[in-house]
């Protein structure tokens, strides 16, 4: 039975002995993202919404003010026409509206929709005249720039009813 009592005497050791913790399990905190950023993210749909509304606004003035240079963007019909340049004109319109809305605050959804519809009409009526160049690709980021502010549900700077 000696070997029992080694045995006892070890077990009873190792139970006064005192147990050292587990060593802290890694977990990563978030990063802290900065007073900067917690200052910006707010108004980030108030500036995007602006800056598309400041494109608008600066196309729509000037297809309303020299007309007939923007006429060669109207497929199918001849750039010389009357037509031609009254639907230039009425676009000018839309787009100096749509983008005072936009600046402005007033019905933003509704403004960023149709200034999204817009464009894309613009994307595809260019793409088929012609192909994909340099203008096609700028306006499809503002394409995207619109869709991004019809998806933002947070804005700043609006004017409500």
Same mark, same amino acid.
């Given at each position: 039975m000696p070997r029992r009592n080694r045995i006892a005497r070890a077990a009873a050791r190792a139970a006064e002995? =005192?147990? @050292?913790?587990? =060593?802290?399990?890694v977990v990563s905190a =978030?990063?802290?993202?900065?007073?900067?950023?917690?200052?910006?993210q707010p108004w980030a749909p108030a500036v995007a919404r602006v800056a598309l509304g400041l494109v608008?606004?600066?196309?729509?003035?000037?297809e309303l003010i020299q007309p007939s240079l923007?006429?060669?963007? *109207?497929?199918?019909?001849?750039?010389? #026409?009357?037509?031609?340049?009254a639907l230039v004109l009425a676009h000018g319109w839309v787009l100096s509206?749509?983008?005072?809305?936009?600046?402005l605050g007033v019905a933003t959804r509704m403004a960023a929709a149709? #200034? @999204?519809?817009?464009?894309?009409?613009i994307v595809i009526?260019?793409?088929?005249?012609?192909?994909?160049?340099? *203008?096609? @690709?700028?306006?499809?980021?503002?394409?995207?720039?619109?869709?991004?502010?019809? @998806?933002?549900d947070q804005h700043r700077l609006v004017l409500r009813g």
């Amino acid at each position: 039975m000696p070997r029992r009592n080694r045995i006892a005497r070890a077990a009873a050791r190792a139970a006064e002995r =005192p147990v @050292a913790p587990p =060593p802290p399990a890694v977990v990563s905190a =978030p990063r802290p993202r900065g007073q900067v950023m917690d200052r910006i993210q707010p108004w980030a749909p108030a500036v995007a919404r602006v800056a598309l509304g400041l494109v608008l606004l600066w196309f729509g003035i000037h297809e309303l003010i020299q007309p007939s240079l923007w006429t060669g963007y *109207i497929p199918a019909i001849p750039s010389t #026409s009357h037509v031609a340049l009254a639907l230039v004109l009425a676009h000018g319109w839309v787009l100096s509206v749509l983008g005072v809305a936009l600046c402005l605050g007033v019905a933003t959804r509704m403004a960023a929709a149709l #200034s @999204a519809l817009a464009l894309l009409e613009i994307v595809i009526s260019l793409s088929l005249t012609g192909g994909v160049t340099d *203008i096609v @690709a700028r306006d499809l980021g503002v394409f995207g720039l619109a869709v991004a502010v019809l @998806a933002s549900d947070q804005h700043r700077l609006v004017l409500r009813g």
